[in-house]
């Protein structure tokens, strides 16, 4: 029974970091927005303002990595939506509580700590790639109820830009995850995100 528990933990857990991949790319897109097109907007705006969540407001902008990144969203929003479906997860199971691996700071703070970023959009590929890379280690623990070993991660990297990623397992929601973030990791490298 523990390890029942465990595993709807693990799904549970992987349910959140889809959604928060998802918001990522989403903020993402909108920053785009606020930086390229929108920069009337991003002049009333005061830290603190909640921006509205709608992938219709993305789709307004004529920035070409926008497409990729709405589809990106749309990926992970599916594997989230199946992963509740495929398991029954109720809404109560799926709250969050205060977790601090979902931070909720504000971009500006920390891009401002980022010495290493020249850009938003370095800033923002940074950042994503560390949500993607928890995606996968928490569907290798998902798939082999043990940690991500290390030479994974250069296996991950390998494939960061083209998808392709395989493991073996028969688990059902471990081949609905990894079949997105394949497709995610493919458009994401396809994506011309500077202009």
């Given amino acids: 029974m523990e390890n029942q528990s465990e595993y709807r933990?693990?799904?549970i857990k992987m349910f959140h970091l889809l959604d928060y991949?998802?918001?990522?790319f989403y903020d993402l897109g909108f920053?785009?927005?606020l930086e390229e097109e929108w920069q009337d907007w991003k002049a009333t705006l005061v830290d603190g303002d909640q921006l509205p969540v709608d992938l219709e407001i993305l789709k307004a902008l004529n920035h070409p990595a926008i497409p990729g990144v709405i589809r990106i969203i749309e990926i992970l929003?599916?594997?989230?939506?199946?992963?509740?479906?495929?398991?029954?997860?109720?809404?109560?199971?799926l709250s969050i509580s205060e977790d601090p691996d979902f931070d909720t700071e504000s971009r500006e703070q920390d891009l401002e700590r980022n010495p290493y970023s020249r850009s938003y959009i370095e800033f923002f590929m940074s950042e994503?790639?560390?949500?993607?890379l928890s995606i996968y280690e928490a569907l290798w623990e998902l798939a082999f109820s043990e940690e991500l070993p290390d030479k994974s991660y250069d296996y991950f990297m390998m494939r960061y830009y083209e998808g392709g990623l395989e493991l073996a397992s028969d688990d059902q929601n471990v081949k609905v995850v990894l079949e997105a973030l394949n497709e995610v990791l493919l458009i994401n490298g396809q994506t011309e995100y500077e202009r």
Avoid at 21 to 24: D, G, K, M
Avoid at 84 to 89: D, M, S
Avoid at 128 to 132: A, N, R
């Fill in 9 to 11: 933990q693990q799904l």
């Fill in 21 to 24: 991949a998802a918001h990522e």
């Fill in 31 to 33: 920053t785009i927005g």
């Fill in 77 to 93: 929003a599916d594997a989230r939506n199946s992963i509740a479906n495929l398991n029954n997860l109720s809404d109560e199971e």
């Fill in 128 to 132: 994503l790639h560390s949500d993607l």
